[in-house]
T-cell receptor
Framework: NAGVTQTPKFQVLKTGQSMTLQCAQD?????MYWYRQDPGMGLRLIYY???????DKGEVPNGYNVSRLNKREFSLRLESAAPSQTSVYFCASTVTRGDQETQYFGPGTRLLVL | EDQVTQSPEALRLQEGESSSLNCSYT??????LFWYRQDPGKGPEFLFT?????EEKEKERLKATLTKKESFLHITAPKPEDSATYLC???????????WGAGTKLIIKP
């Protein structure tokens, strides 16, 4: 049981380049999330998917697109990278048991846009 | 507007020196308050969920408490391995998205 996995671990892009960040979970969770984490700020939600086939915008969706490929996989795409998108990106999935909801995070992708 | 503020930004303690971290929040109808631990270069790791004022939860040297305006993470006799950034997040009843604080970086010196 690997939990939440993310690839790549680290990436350097030039302004205007595109890339896709991959995320997969093997816990059979319905909900999946993409966050970005910047120094001195809390995690900010980019997009989320409540279930397979659905996606919704979070707090900071501009410049990103997502695909919920199946129940396991949720990818984040940067179509034209900008220096402001330099950040650490975390994928998470959620399990809900009764009233209890817990988010499990992947190890992160560190992205540098030059 | 839902908001979470954590203090202090950083806290340095000697091994064995107990202290508390604070998480102040404003939210329209609290559904849950979450504490996570984050080690350098890793993703956040779940610690606790608190749902109502007066609730307390413990795990080893950590104890989380909740009031209507804030939560405290008490650390008793900490060890160097407790060094990490501790994150707090709240979930409102109207919007299930988590609102995160910026975290408190805790350093325990041996």
């Amino acid at each position: 049981n690997a939990g939440v996995t993310q690839t790549p671990k680290f990436q350097v892009l030039k302004t205007g380049q595109s890339m896709t960040l991959q995320c997969a979970q093997d816990m059979n969770h319905n909900s999946m999330y993409w966050y970005r984490q910047d120094p001195g700020m809390g995690l900010r939600l980019i997009y989320y998917s409540a279930s397979e086939g659905t996606t919704d915008k979070g707090e900071v969706p501009n410049g990103y697109n997502v695909s919920r490929l199946n129940k396991r996989e949720f990818s984040l795409r940067l179509e034209s990278a900008a220096p402001s998108q330099t950040s650490v990106y975390f994928c998470a999935s959620t399990v809900t048991r009764g009233d209890q909801e817990t988010q499990y995070f992947g190890p992160g992708t560190r992205l540098l846009v030059l | 507007e839902d908001q979470v503020t954590q203090s202090p930004e950083a806290l340095r303690l000697q091994e064995g020196e107990s202290s508390s971290l604070n998480c102040s929040y404003t939210v329209s109808g609290l559904r849950g308050l979450f504490w996570y631990r984050q080690d350098p270069g890793k993703g956040p790791e779940f610690l606790f969920t608190l749902y109502s004022a007066g609730e307390e939860k413990e795990k080893e040297r950590l104890k989380a408490t909740l009031t209507k305006k804030e939560s405290f993470l008490h650390i008793t006799a900490p060890k160097p391995e407790d060094s990490a950034t501790y994150l707090c997040a709240v979930q409102s009843g109207s919007n299930y998205q988590l609102i995160w604080g910026a975290g408190t970086k805790l350093i325990i010196k041996p």
